[in-house]
């Protein structure tokens, strides 16, 4: 219930998140930088703010409430939304564990259409097909036939998924804004179930914040 104009969109991505929230009429955007190398292009659109760390957003959200030129209670800003992979958590050791089964194969050196791969992350990201029949199908994208190879590569894909690690200040942020009263919300392109990642937050401590989660997953619609 509240307008577009009166949210406020964190993400880590250009092209995808700012450009997007830009795209929906949000009030303020702000992009989080990391060093992970994601394969886009950061371009189409300038954010409001960039950030390092997520405890830096607490300043930009009370300085723009405190202008006194738009008395809107709790303030301008009264929803926040979120990307959540490489925003909240990150995974730090994926792809290590897969290229070395690909190496144990002798395939480390062979790279799949990148047609092919993007083709694969659409159906899973729109729901199409379900987390394990992506694993599945990407295992076989490397040439992998034999049924033990398969279920090899789909297990070490599943640990790599699971291994997700919390940004520090996420968790303190997170119930710092919703202790001011502030709505939260996530909007996230992901293969992953809400549960699944539900089940992640309540480890990290702040499963209960959230007032909206939007799943392409669930939606069967990408950012």
């Not at 703010?49 to 800003?77: C, F, K, T, Y």
């Not at 392109?189 to 499963?207: C, H, Y």
Request: hydrophobic share 35%; glycine share 10%; charged share 25%.
């Amino acid at each position: 219930g509240v307008p577009t104009s009166h949210c406020l969109y964190v993400g880590d991505r250009i092209a995808r998140d700012i450009l997007g929230a830009r795209r929906a009429g949000f009030g303020l955007t702000i992009q989080i930088q990391h060093h992970y190398d994601h394969g886009e292009d950061d371009i189409g659109a300038a954010p409001d703010a960039v950030i390092q760390h997520m405890d830096e957003l607490l300043e930009i959200i009370q300085h723009e409430n405190s202008h006194p030129a738009r008395p809107v209670p709790p303030g301008p800003i009264q929803a926040i939304l979120f990307d959540a992979g490489d925003v909240l958590y990150h995974r730090p050791q994926r792809g290590i564990q897969f290229k070395a089964f690909l190496k144990e194969l002798g395939l480390d050196q062979y790279q799949p259409a990148v047609t092919d791969k993007q083709h694969l992350t659409d159906s899973a990201y729109q729901g199409l097909i379900n987390q394990d029949e992506y694993r599945e199908a990407l295992v076989r994208l490397y040439g992998i036939t034999l049924p033990e190879q398969i279920e090899r590569g789909r297990q070490v894909l599943t640990v790599e998924d699971n291994d997700v690690q919390f940004f520090p200040g996420v968790a303190e942020t997170l119930t710092t804004l919703k202790e001011m009263g502030y709505l939260l919300g996530i909007i996230t392109d992901t293969a992953a179930s809400v549960s699944n990642k539900l089940r992640w937050f309540e480890k990290g401590g702040f499963g209960s914040v959230w007032d909206s989660i939007i799943s392409s997953k669930e939606i069967g619609v990408r950012k």
